[in-house]
């Protein structure tokens, strides 16, 4: 059980978050040195390293501290493990791709670094303005990843636009929370659900106001259909292995709080199921439809994106400890096949002069199978073919949701999945069965980025054939809260 009375200040609640800390620290401190970019690297996956040293032993020690800001359970620990992985496999693409674009700088891991540290604290907590600031941690640092190509226009457009919504999302999710303290004269979540239907009977108005803004907020972060205008701006103009980052970190930061905040903290508001099942429609029917016409990989790739937030929301539709396993599950799953897509589109770009158009993977099967064939094992997941993780995840979500009786809703995703098959089938026939006017130039994949696309690619397949054990972590990670 959780100690909900606990007042103790416990450093190592929060060691997993200081290891971050301490370690982009010392990235900032070295930067005046000539090599400094080449250690960043290896500085920072011992950070992370140590971290998940210190996650795995919060593994079923479900305490709370700080006066109660800091809920340390399974379901926390469990997105600090999957943030650790992001936060890996971003640091393994960046290195050869930021040498090639003359953009080497140790500032990079160290504001990845901050951003991770800002998703842990989301979701270690069951507090919301902890989640908010937590929320800003993660989210200032990425505003100057998505400009970091200096020079880039199209960088600095992505960095602009992205800090722009960023603060109209934060202004919605603050005034939310300011909302539900004026009704509930707390923000936290264990007290709110404990006189839940008292503050609804006083304050209806002014606690189902500030329900609203915070689901707007959220809904902006994950890039979620009506909110979803800055994603392929921002996903096509920063630079790849950010993009690879904003495409998992983020969005499972953000769902993590969602599941926090409704599965959790509003569960009783019937009205929530009604706004989560349009939010889904739109949000898979948007992302799918708008991808159809793209030809710009990193822009087909944002658009596929919000589609895959829709099918999220499908679990948050229907509810219970299940669905929310599901979700959790496909989070793990959406990470492994979205960033190995992503570290093909980044390999592509370290070649010289080329951008993530289609027309770019024109003869890659010719002049490298192996490569095209894992890039063909992520689209296959992206589209949720067996024996692949997305069609588990997908089939785990849909299966929840004809068991709830949400028929209609499962099968306009179900149709989704099915349109979502031309754009990515556009992605494989370029690379197979389209010749290039010139030949294809050769690859050179770095010793990182190898290790990358082992991480994802094993992932894809192996979870896909053997998905009892992460879905037996999920279920474990849900009934902590539940």
Same mark, same amino acid.
């Given at each position: 059980?959780?100690?909900?009375?606990?007042?103790?200040?416990?450093?190592?609640?929060?060691? =997993?978050?200081?290891?971050?800390?301490?370690?982009?620290?010392?990235?900032?401190?070295?930067?005046?040195?000539?090599?400094?970019?080449?250690?960043?690297?290896?500085?920072?996956?011992?950070?992370?390293?140590?971290?998940?040293?210190?996650?795995?032993?919060?593994?079923?020690?479900?305490?709370?501290?700080?006066?109660?800001?800091?809920?340390? +359970?399974?379901?926390?620990?469990?997105?600090?493990?999957?943030?650790?992985?992001?936060?890996?496999?971003?640091?393994?693409?960046?290195?050869?791709?930021?040498?090639?674009?003359?953009?080497?700088?140790?500032?990079?891991?160290?504001?990845?670094?901050?951003?991770?540290?800002?998703?842990?604290?989301?979701?270690?907590?069951?507090?919301?303005?902890?989640?908010?600031?937590?929320?800003?941690?993660?989210?200032?640092?990425?505003?100057?990843?998505?400009?970091?190509?200096?020079?880039?226009?199209?960088?600095?457009?992505?960095?602009?636009?992205?800090?722009?919504?960023?603060?109209?999302?934060?202004?919605?999710?603050?005034?939310?929370?300011?909302?539900?303290?004026?009704?509930?004269?707390?923000? +936290?979540?264990?007290?709110?659900?404990?006189?839940?239907?008292?503050?609804?009977?006083?304050?209806?108005?002014?606690?189902?106001?500030?329900?609203?803004?915070?689901?707007?907020?959220?809904?902006?972060?994950?890039?979620?259909?009506?909110?979803?205008?800055?994603? =392929?701006?921002?996903?096509?103009?920063?630079?790849?292995?950010?993009?690879?980052?904003?495409?998992?970190?983020?969005?499972?930061?953000?769902?993590?709080?969602?599941?926090?905040?409704?599965?959790?903290?509003?569960?009783?508001?019937?009205?929530?199921?009604?706004?989560?099942?349009?939010?889904?429609?739109? #949000?898979?029917?948007?992302?799918?439809?708008?991808?159809?016409?793209?030809?710009?990989?990193?822009?087909?790739?944002?658009?596929?994106?919000?589609?895959?937030?829709?099918?999220?929301?499908?679990?948050?539709?229907?509810?219970?400890?299940?669905?929310?396993?599901?979700?959790?599950?496909?989070?793990?799953?959406?990470?492994?096949?979205?960033?190995?897509?992503?570290?093909?589109? #980044?390999?592509?770009?370290?070649?010289?002069?080329?951008? =993530?158009?289609?027309?770019?993977?024109?003869?890659?099967?010719?002049?490298?199978?192996?490569?095209?064939?894992?890039?063909?094992?992520?689209?296959?997941?992206?589209?949720?073919?067996?024996?692949?993780?997305?069609?588990?995840?997908?089939?785990?979500?849909?299966?929840?949701?004809?068991?709830?009786?949400?028929?209609?809703?499962?099968?306009?995703?179900?149709?989704?999945?099915?349109?979502?098959?031309?754009?990515?089938?556009?992605?494989?026939?370029?690379?197979?069965?389209?010749?290039?006017?010139?030949?294809?130039?050769?690859?050179?994949?770095?010793?990182?980025?190898?290790?990358?696309?082992?991480?994802?690619?094993?992932?894809?397949?192996?979870?896909?054939?053997?998905?009892?054990?992460?879905?037996?972590?999920?279920?474990?990670?849900?009934?902590?809260?539940?």
């Amino acid at each position: 059980m959780i100690d909900f009375t606990s007042a103790q200040i416990d450093f190592s609640l929060i060691a =997993p978050e200081i290891a971050l800390l301490v370690a982009a620290f010392v990235i900032l401190s070295t930067a005046f040195m000539k090599k400094s970019a080449q250690f960043a690297p290896g500085i920072a996956l011992f950070g992370i390293a140590v971290s998940i040293y210190f996650i795995s032993t919060q593994w079923h020690h479900q305490v709370s501290g700080f006066y109660g800001m800091v809920t340390c +359970d399974n379901f926390g620990v469990s997105f600090k493990l999957l943030f650790s992985v992001i936060a890996i496999l971003a640091v393994l693409l960046a290195q050869k791709y930021l040498e090639v674009k003359n953009i080497n700088k140790p500032e990079y891991y160290a504001l990845l670094l901050f951003s991770t540290m800002g998703m842990m604290v989301m979701a270690n907590t069951t507090d919301l303005v902890v989640i908010f600031l937590g929320l800003e941690i993660m989210s200032i640092p990425l505003y100057v990843l998505a400009g970091f190509a200096r020079r880039s226009l199209e960088s600095n457009e992505a960095g602009i636009k992205y800090f722009i919504m960023g603060a109209f999302a934060s202004a919605f999710l603050l005034m939310g929370i300011a909302f539900i303290f004026g009704a509930s004269e707390t923000t +936290d979540l264990r007290r709110i659900v404990a006189d839940f239907s008292f503050n609804l009977s006083q304050s209806k108005t002014l606690l189902l106001s500030g329900i609203g803004f915070i689901l707007i907020g959220f809904a902006f972060k994950v890039g979620a259909a009506p909110f979803h205008s800055w994603v =392929p701006d921002v996903y096509q103009g920063a630079p790849t292995p950010v993009t690879a980052f904003f495409s998992v970190g983020p969005k499972a930061a953000g769902f993590a709080a969602l599941l926090r905040i409704f599965s959790y903290g509003f569960n009783e508001v019937e009205l929530l199921t009604n706004l989560f099942w349009v939010i889904a429609v739109l #949000t898979m029917i948007v992302g799918n439809i708008l991808a159809l016409k793209q030809t710009n990989i990193k822009r087909l790739l944002a658009y596929s994106s919000i589609a895959h937030a829709g099918y999220i929301f499908v679990a948050l539709t229907v509810g219970g400890a299940n669905a929310m396993s599901s979700a959790i599950f496909y989070l793990i799953a959406y990470t492994l096949f979205n960033v190995g897509g992503f570290a093909i589109v #980044t390999l592509l770009e370290t070649r010289s002069k080329t951008k =993530p158009e289609l027309s770019s993977l024109n003869g890659m099967a010719k002049a490298h199978p192996y490569i095209a064939a894992v890039f063909a094992l992520f689209v296959f997941a992206l589209a949720g073919f067996p024996p692949t993780v997305g069609f588990i995840g997908k089939f785990y979500i849909f299966s929840e949701a004809i068991k709830h009786g949400f028929i209609w809703l499962t099968v306009i995703g179900v149709l989704n999945s099915f349109l979502s098959v031309y754009y990515y089938f556009k992605i494989l026939k370029a690379t197979y069965f389209d010749n290039s006017d010139a030949e294809f130039e050769k690859l050179s994949i770095a010793p990182s980025m190898m290790i990358a696309f082992l991480i994802c690619a094993l992932g894809t397949l192996g979870i896909g054939l053997f998905p009892q054990t992460i879905i037996d972590i999920s279920k474990t990670a849900i009934f902590a809260f539940l």
